[in-house]
């Protein structure tokens, strides 16, 4: 393992939600780094009390914010170029940037010409359903970055076909600070349930096997982003209509939603192409039995049946749920094996920040 201590990284993003950039900052830091945080949240939003999301201050940010153009975006550059200067970095990574253009990037490159430049996101910018104005200027500075770290294999020939030369799985983690087992007596009343699912909409089967399951009589929750457009198209008798208004599960409420059900859903993204997702480590984190989509990707982190319990359809989906249900043992032995999982493997942050470091730094350390 390369010497970490004192290595200084400069980590951009939004920093809009703490368990992304602010989460591997903080693991960082325990690895022995020196992390400065660069964000632009408060350039384009503001939180309000009783939102769960943040707000553009006004339409003009807005439309900035969109567009990846115009004059808060370029004091945002400005700003970056100047960070840099000061800060000297040996590393400086990108994590979900698309604010930043091209010929930025590359007067990063002249003016710190011995740091690591590093590229990531878990969203898919190459998918066909991604938005081309959204990630034009990620896309475009691909030829830039030293390193380009992707959330899936899939991405790894995107990259490959743009000229990235080095090119990282890095799988998303749990956070061992918030994504804990917690006591099912101290989850309020509304979280608890049979099944829960904590995820965004998408319309790709998922609403059906939920009905399914209300339909089967389990006790359902379910909270996310999106669901607004999902009840617009719900039948008058679907048994979903009794639980909207759905909303993001934040904070202690996201644990306290997957702890107060006995089963914790994994649906995946179809329009990202996801053969995994966090949850898939933080659910088994929080001790709690998962059931999630199968694929061959997850087959390779869980053992079927044994780590966790995998569908392929609503069938399956709804026979393997009433078996963990009705089976408090079996349920719980599921449970505890994921748990010890993914601590053996290393799907926390801190462990994950650690081989992330030894692979940037042994591949690109230049000599003194």
Known sequence: MPNTAGKRILLVGDYMWPWYQDACADALEFNGCVVRRFGWLDDFHKFVDGQSEPLYHSLWHRIQYRLRFGPVPSRVSSRLIKTA????P?????????????????ELRILCPDAILVQYSNDNPFSKTAKIGLWRKYIASIPYFDVHCVFRNSNISD????G???????????????????????????????????????DDGRVEMLEAICKAGFKLNIFGGGWAVARKNLGSDSPLRDLFPITPATGADYRYAICGAKVALCFLS???????????????AMKVAMLSQYTDDLVTM??????????????????KLQTL???????????????????????????????????????????S
């Open 90 to 106: 040996d590393i400086v990574w990108f994590y979900n940037v698309s604010l930043i253009s091209a010929s930025k990037v590359k």
């Open 159 to 162: 990259y490959t076909k743009l």
């Open 164 to 202: 990235a030369q080095s090119i990282y799985l890095l799988r998303s983690y749990f956070i061992p600070e918030t994504d804990y087992p917690e006591s099912r007596s101290l989850v309020p009343e509304k979280f608890r349930c049979d099944v829960v699912f904590a995820g965004h909409y998408e």
């Open 85 to 88: 200067h000061q800060f000297n």
């Open 270 to 284: 179809t329009l990202n192409h996801d053969t995994y997702t966090r949850r898939n480590f933080q659910i088994p």
């Open 302 to 319: 869980f053992v079927p049946d044994v780590e966790a319990v995998f569908f392929r359809n609503q069938e399956e989906l709804l026979t």
């Open 325 to 367: 249900i009705a089976d408090d043992q079996h349920r719980a032995a599921i449970a505890e094996a994921g748990y010890a999982r993914v601590y053996a493997d290393g799907h926390d942050v801190r462990a994950r920040m650690g081989e992330w470091l030894k692979y940037v730094l042994t591949t690109f350390t230049k000599p």
